[in-house]
């Protein structure tokens, strides 16, 4: 059964940080890519970051200098460093893992900005 459990959410003050962690179970399979996405109330979801297993990674609009993405291959783990953090951060955060057949959503974990 595939897990990918989320963790480091929570409620902090403008221009604080915050780390988010997801773990994705072995059974998952060959994974290509690992990210996160992220949905405000009453808006799509949209691309925080993303990273291949290889390294190459992409971010969402104006987040490349605040936010961080990395992966650990060997323990099956994506993080998302965000930094300076603004009250439009606030939202909810999915890990997505990219495998070979299909993409895997975490749950998802709140993170919220206050003034």
């Known amino acids: 059964q595939v897990q990918l459990a989320e963790s480091g959410g929570g409620l902090v003050q403008a221009g604080g940080s915050l780390r988010l962690s997801c773990v994705a179970s072995r059974s998952i399979g060959v994974i290509n890519a690992m990210g996160w996405y992220r949905q405000a109330p009453g808006k799509q979801r949209d691309l925080v970051a993303l990273?291949?297993?290889?390294?190459?990674?992409t971010y969402g609009d104006s987040l490349k200098g605040r936010f961080t993405v990395s992966i650990d291959n060997v323990k099956n783990t994506v993080y998302l460093q965000m930094n300076d953090l603004k009250t439009e951060d606030t939202a909810v955060y999915y890990c997505?893992?990219?495998?070979?057949?299909?993409?895997?959503w975490g749950q998802g974990t709140q993170v919220t900005v206050s003034s």
């Open positions: 997505l893992v990219n495998t070979l057949f299909q993409n895997y």
């Open positions: 990273m291949s297993v290889s390294g190459t990674s």
